[in-house]
């Protein structure tokens, strides 16, 4: 028997080591196993953070080669002129709602239970035969009226606006905005088409006159119209979050229906309107910390504030014409628990009190 043959030897190359490979640079937080890139709001990041910080790309603070992408007419990313505030760093901006993907459904799929629930219940406990025949008629012409508002601004002026703006932080808040809008206005047209079919008198098709040709309602018509005109997206989102929604939106919605709904026989209305109103109070967190910031820039925040200063001199003359316009709309309900002249006045200390945690003047039409 032969005796077995000796292992055959190989030869390897030795390790080099270069520093090139991955892994090999020290740096601070080089032996972390979070992404913390960035200078989270508090002590650690959240989920929030960490899913929306730097998604969007920016040459400024990344991309070495600029931007490797851009439009047919030259522009290239997300310019930034496509605003006239400007801001030392606009991703210093984070939104205090911290809304991501996961709390957006999470958010909207509770308000949609809610609304389909009380819509179930008040049909199942007829409560609409105790309405009485003056306040139907204000359902029927002026809620339905206010659906095309929000429609208009969810579709024409939030979603036109969550492209433009230079940060996913930014853009990610009013794409948001946009949904809650949307959503909202479909909310009113579910409330509309259930009281069609009601066996009260109820004419649904009604709110598209108003809305086209009810003098009380043309001013108001021709601000949102004129709101998405707007080019300027930092513009825009002042003039509809800040001035807009707090001369006519919420007095509207908050100084007049959440306040009469339930004296005319009405606690329906209020359920729906009132996640209206939620949503508005969130969008305008987010507003307020945005305008806040540009405000108080490092750099910029006196010629932010003047420009803020511009943007109302055109937008308070017009959106309190469009409340004034409104007016006859407060004689309509036959429980008139409220009178205009109040409802105007808690709208426009709530604007100034807006206007004061943004650091901005307050304007002389609001005095007069």
Request: aromatic share 12%; net charge negative; charged share 25%.
């Amino acid at each position: 028997m032969s005796a077995p043959a000796a292992p055959r030897e190989r030869s390897f190359p030795s390790i080099e080591f270069t520093d090139a490979e991955a892994g090999a640079k020290v740096f601070p937080s080089s032996t972390s196993r979070k992404y913390n890139y960035y200078q989270p709001a508090r002590k650690r990041a959240t989920m929030y953070e960490d899913v929306t910080v730097d998604v969007q790309p920016d040459p400024e603070r990344h991309l070495t080669q600029g931007w490797i992408y851009g439009f047919g007419d030259g522009p290239g990313g997300y310019p930034p002129e496509w605003t006239t505030a400007k801001s030392t760093n606009w991703h210093a901006f984070l939104d205090p709602n911290e809304e991501w993907e996961q709390s957006i459904y999470r958010n909207n799929s509770a308000v949609v239970h809610q609304v389909d629930l009380c819509l179930q219940n008040a049909k199942r406990a007829r409560a609409y035969d105790n309405w009485n025949s003056a306040w139907m008629k204000f359902i029927e012409r002026n809620l339905g009226a206010w659906m095309h508002a929000e429609s208009g601004m969810g579709l024409h002026v939030f979603t036109s606006i969550q492209r433009s703006a230079p940060t996913n932080m930014i853009n990610n808040a009013v794409a948001v905005n946009a949904a809650h809008k949307l959503r909202f206005a479909q909310d009113l047209a579910l409330f509309n088409l259930d009281l069609s079919e009601a066996e009260e008198p109820f004419d649904g098709s009604a709110h598209k006159e108003v809305w086209q040709s009810a003098p009380e309602w043309q001013p108001t018509r021709e601000a949102v119209e004129r709101l998405t005109a707007i080019g300027d997206w930092c513009e825009l989102l002042f003039a509809t979050n800040i001035v807009f929604e707090q001369l006519v939106g919420s007095l509207f919605r908050s100084d007049l229906v959440m306040q009469v709904a339930a004296r005319n026989g009405d606690y329906i209305t209020p359920t729906i309107v009132g996640t209206g109103e939620y949503d508005y109070a969130r969008d305008l967190n987010y507003s307020r910390a945005l305008f806040q910031m540009l405000a108080r820039d490092e750099q910029y925040a006196v010629d932010n504030r003047k420009l803020f200063s511009d943007w109302m001199s055109e937008w308070v003359p017009r959106c309190l014409d469009a409340a004034r316009g409104l007016q006859p709309i407060w004689s309509q309900p036959t429980d008139k628990s409220i009178t205009f002249s109040a409802s105007l006045d808690a709208a426009k200390t709530k604007f100034r009190d807006v206007l004061s945690s943004i650091d901005v003047d307050i304007p002389e039409e609001l005095n007069q």
